[in-house]
């Protein structure tokens, strides 16, 4: 990272070689030469006081922008909280009062040095967050990979199964192989195992040329089978015969077929639950669950929400050069951390990236810029008991309350996208197949 440095506070050179620790490249400079720079360092320590022209300081904050650094603004201890203010609506990323301690400074730019992008977050297999738990899953998903046990992977929509399956694949000797994910709830079950394995020409009207399957399509790499819990049972006494043989033959085919292929699968479903109502086959379940994943629910590492927020901001797919220099307010930022999220990382993604679009040429984004079942659904526990009385105690922490929240999230939604179903589960990030249940479930229709 290059650091560039304008002014004159006497301690800010020490402490800024021993922040480098000749990591970084450190450049002092005179404010003047800092206007029409081309490409000037990553982040910005300005010496501003209160008797700067405001017009300089506009002109410092569209150099910022155009270059795309961060800007942290040093000020005399003595200046006041409306001055402070006003340089953070100008669009400061931080402003630190000096003299001050090292912790205090290392600590302001240790926000600002890259890890993933330009966020703090830690990042492999595209899996994003620095919580404990996450630490845990991608050390355990490199321990697995190197084996060529069939993996399961346990979570509710919008956690992040399809990442981890890619990243039990990129982990294994299979890496360069191919990686080939499909999804059961998007076939209908009458075509499962025309997908999955496969025809010869003339086994069926319109069956005109032969078709390998997808078995045979990841050959020697991977196959990822998600939400497999929709799977018709019995599409899954062929799938056991073949994760357990390796042959399998196509539909009208007179030979077996030998493929070498590691299985990952995924679902969002309580597959015990489902193996109770007969809807999954137990031997299927234990054949699959030799290593299982269970992936947590953001609302269960809520320390990874402001991580997920800004790195989605810092990589945003919507108007990136300008969501690049954008910031979340401390406010619009307690919404979030505040909110169960019922469509996990992928619904927070797609409010990131909505409010991207939102704020327009703002800087800093506010909770307005949110949709409004985040400000009203996505109350605190203390709001939702003022709110609602009537839940109180034990119960908020518990289904009463949870419930009731994903009711108004999902009626919310679905008004919100004019009662458009398809659109709804793509907004909240689950499949159609479990917001028609949810429909049902809270009597929505």
Known sequence: MRIIKSGNFYSVDAFLSDFSGGEHDVQKINPAAIFGSAEYGDLILYEATPGDDDGNMESVIREKERVGARLVFMVPAESNEEYITSLERLGA??????????????????????????????????????????????????????????????????????????????????????????????????????EFFGHEKGSFTGAINDKKGLFEIADKGTLFIDEIGEMDPSAQVKLLRALETG???????AREIKVDVRIVAATNRDVKEEMKAGRFRKDLFYRLSSILIKLPA????????????????????????????KKISKEAMEVLSSYN?????RELLNVIE???????????????????????????????????????????????????????????????NGMDKTKTAAAIGISIANLYRKIRKYNLE
């Open 298 to 325: 953001l609302r269960d590492r809520r320390e990874d929400i402001p991580v997920l927020a800004e790195y989605f901001l810092s990589h945003s797919r919507v108007n990136p050069e300008e969501a690049f220099h």
């Open 341 to 345: 999220w019922p469509g996990n990382v």
């Open 93 to 194: 990323d931080e402003v630190i009062k000096m003299p001050c301690e090292y912790e205090t400074f290392s600590a302001a730019l240790k926000k600002f040095t890259p890890v993933a992008g330009h966020t703090g977050a830690r990042e492999e297999f595209g899996i994003v967050g620095n919580s404990p738990q996450l630490d845990f899953i991608r050390n355990f998903i490199k321990k697995v990979a190197k084996s060529n046990i069939p993996v399961l992977i346990e979570g509710e929509s919008g956690t992040g199964k399809e990442l981890a399956a890619y990243g039990v694949h990129k982990a294994s000797l299979r890496s360069d192989q191919p990686f080939i994910p499909v999804n059961c709830g998007a076939i209908p079950k009458e075509l499962l195992e025309n």
């Open 247 to 253: 042959k399998f033959m196509r539909i009208g085919g």
């Open 354 to 416: 909505r409010s991207v679009v939102l704020s327009e040429k703002r800087i800093v984004i506010t909770k307005g810029d949110f949709p409004t079942h985040l400000t009203d659904a996505g109350e605190t526990q203390y709001d939702a008991e003022e709110k609602y009385p009537e839940i109180t105690g034990q119960e908020t922490k518990h289904g009463p309350f949870m419930a009731m929240m994903e009711k108004r999230f999902i009626a919310s939604a679905l008004k919100y």
